[in-house]
């Protein structure tokens, strides 16, 4: 079926180091591929998302990249702060009937950031 | 600013209770999904919902029903609540069409003794 797979669980950095989270996807139909953050005791909440039409995306010291012929995609965080520790999630979207989407998560990467 | 929000932030229930989770969105949005996170299994989706009175089973549907009788609401029914289903569960909604973007609601966390 399909699946999300997303590596490592758990990331430790230095403060100011980069982070990068690695996601793959199995359904070639999948087209969209958001990245949530969840602070500890909080909902998860959008940081960023790249449709399958482009191949990177970047907003400030977050940016994410996308390999449709391998099925790969990336969260790439620089200049590490300690507010960036928390839980992150990839997804990627599967069409459900004519224009409906449902997301596929990750098993989610536990970034901790040291100061 | 989009607001999903469910009826309890806690719950305790004991083993075979009827357990009712709702939630809440204010936004008219198509789609509601509920969704079960657990340490190391990410978020599992539950149900899913793409208009009044529809539902759609997701990955892991044993156990639960739901029910969606008005656009805004949707509810998760733990017909008889068992010591697995101690969990967080988590609301979420979006536009529908294009717009493929969730919005959760803060979570509830479940523990069935």
């Known amino acids: 079926g399909e699946n999300v797979e997303q590596h490592p669980s758990t990331l430790s950095v230095q403060e100011g180091d980069s982070a990068v989270i690695k996601c793959t996807y199995s359904?070639?139909?999948?087209?969209?591929f958001p990245w949530y953050k969840q602070e500890l005791g909080k909902r998860p909440q959008l940081i960023i998302d790249?449709?399958?039409?482009?191949g990177e995306k970047k907003d400030q010291r977050i940016a994410v990249t996308l390999n449709k012929t391998a099925k790969h995609f990336s969260l790439h965080i620089t200049e590490t702060q300690p507010e960036d520790s928390a839980v992150y999630f990839c997804?990627?979207?599967?069409?459900?009937?004519?224009?409906?989407?449902?997301?596929?998560f990750g098993t989610g990467t536990l970034l901790a950031v040291q100061p | 600013d989009v607001k999903v929000t469910q009826s309890s932030r806690y719950l305790v229930k004991r083993t075979g209770e009827k357990v009712f989770l709702e939630c809440v969105q204010d936004?008219?949005?198509?789609?509601m999904f509920w969704y079960r996170q657990d340490p190391g299994l990410g978020l599992r989706l539950i149900y899913f919902?793409?208009?009044?009175?529809?539902?759609e089973k997701g990955d892991i549907p044993e156990g639960y029903s739901v029910s969606r009788e008005k656009k805004e609401r949707f509810s998760l029914i733990l017909e008889s609540a068992s010591t697995n289903q101690t969990s967080m569960y988590l609301c979420?909604?979006?536009?529908?069409?294009?717009?493929?973007?969730?919005?959760f609601g803060p979570g509830t966390r479940l523990t069935v003794t």
């Open positions: 979420a909604s979006s536009f529908g069409g294009t717009s493929y973007e969730q919005y």
């Open positions: 359904d070639s139909a999948s087209n969209y």
């Open positions: 997804a990627a979207s599967l069409p459900f009937g004519g224009a409906t989407n449902k997301l596929i």
């Open positions: 790249i449709r399958s039409n482009v």
């Open positions: 936004m008219d949005h198509e789609n």
């Open positions: 919902s793409y208009d009044v009175k529809m539902k």
